[in-house]
């Protein structure tokens, strides 16, 4: 016969699931924000004639597409310290979320850039627009319409891959299922409040991303 799932477990340890729910969120959101700006600043060196700009950013995108993510994050965390460089646990785990998803966004933006014809540019030439301003107004606007139903997807990913932080002790959704499971030896009750959570964060993105995707392809 099958246990009875105890809802006291939720109620008693409510406080905690927020906390790790609370933390999720704004280092999901913050780790965003930081990979977008580097994947655009990214995308663009690697599209750049210099080599001084595009080489090294080709090698670091290679580098962490090579490895695994939890990988990095303990390069970060454990690593860097022996360097003199001693970061704490939020802003490491932030740090390696947003290396590793800024390589993807890097790749996403060069591929958006790429997509806009060469014509456009060569028209804002003829205007007399000057490098920045084709990107600034002409490319990147287009460009960024292209690259929405991507990003939303590197955006998931990037919300799931924050469970991997709990191994470095921040305190998010897998570690806040952890602590419960831990004290109320009740795995279904720990567990199943943190799938709900990232099913239905995911599943809102997803869709958002169905229907940017559905409104920029062109027809």
């Known amino acids: 016969m099958f246990d009875v799932f105890l809802w006291s477990v939720l109620r008693k340890y409510t406080p905690v699931f927020l906390l790790g729910f609370r933390s999720t ?40 597409r090579s490895t695994p993510l939890l990988v990095q994050i303990y390069i970060i965390f454990f690593g860097l310290p022996h360097l003199g460089m001693t970061i704490p646990t939020v802003q490491a785990g932030i740090l390696a979320l947003v290396l590793n998803s800024g390589a993807y966004i890097t790749e996403i933006v060069r591929a958006g850039i790429r997509s806009i014809p060469k014509g456009q540019t060569e028209a804002a030439q003829a205007l007399g627009m000057r490098s920045l301003q084709i990107n600034r107004f002409v490319i990147l606007p287009q460009a960024l319409r292209n690259v929405i139903p991507p990003l939303l997807g590197q955006f998931t990913y990037l919300i799931k891959d924050t469970s ?21 030896f009740r795995p279904v ?5 943190i799938f709900l959570s990232y099913l239905l964060i995911n599943f809102i993105l997803l869709s958002l991303a169905k229907v940017v995707d559905r409104y920029t392809t062109p027809r």
């Open 164 to 184: 991997l932080l709990s191994a470095i002790g921040v305190h998010e959704l897998i570690r806040a299922a952890n602590v419960v499971n831990s004290r109320a």
């Open 189 to 193: 009750e720990a567990f199943a409040p």
């Open 25 to 64: 969120f704004w280092i999901s959101f913050v780790s965003i924000a930081l990979a977008l700006i580097v994947g655009i600043l990214g995308g663009l060196a690697k599209l750049s004639r210099l080599p001084l700009l595009s080489r090294p950013v080709s090698a670091y995108v290679a580098f962490i």
